[in-house]
């Protein structure tokens, strides 16, 4: 190598330079925090567009639930604070029964139903078509008549963390 080949010196000099300029802007940018406005900004930005075509998923559960969600009687035999006034007691036509998921997938449902079986509840996994090829999978435990059976049934979903509701059943 010749010394018409080497690269000048001030050639070095500018590269080092300027790399090190880059170097600690790219410090400085990773140091600064969005303030709450640029955030919510942000996420209105990049929140789905609804005009893209796509269809945005339909969420009906959440006015549906409400209407069908029952609180169950306990089973004890006075109301708690009033002595001497029996709680309402379910009439033997009363049946309740629990769900514990709805799935769109068979084998979610299944699995789930294994769970349940293995903890010696007895449950059935009804089949619900809401739209034309839009199927739901919920898996219920019961029937219940006693609201003893239900309350201990209650309590074994809660000693494993299932998540659940009480629904009654209409005649």
Known sequence: MSKSD???????????VVTGLFLAFL???AGIKPTDQELKEMAVKIAPD??????????????????????APTPEATTPGKPGKPAPVPSPEQQYVIQTGSFRSAQEADHRRAE?????????????????????HRVQVGPFA???ALEQAKSTLAEHDI????LRLKK
């Not at 349940?116 to 739901?136: F, H, Q, R, S, Y």
């Open 27 to 29: 410090y400085y940018l």
């Open 163 to 166: 998540e659940h509701i009480v």
């Open 146 to 148: 006693s609201p003893q």
């Open 116 to 136: 349940l079986i293995l903890m010696g509840l007895d449950v059935n996994i009804e089949k619900v078509e809401l739209d034309p090829g839009e199927a739901w």
């Open 50 to 71: 609804t005009g893209s075509g796509r269809a945005k998923p339909k969420f009906d559960f959440y006015t549906l639930l409400p209407d069908h969600e029952v609180v």
């Open 6 to 16: 080497a690269i000048p010196a001030w050639v070095w000099l500018f590269t080092g």
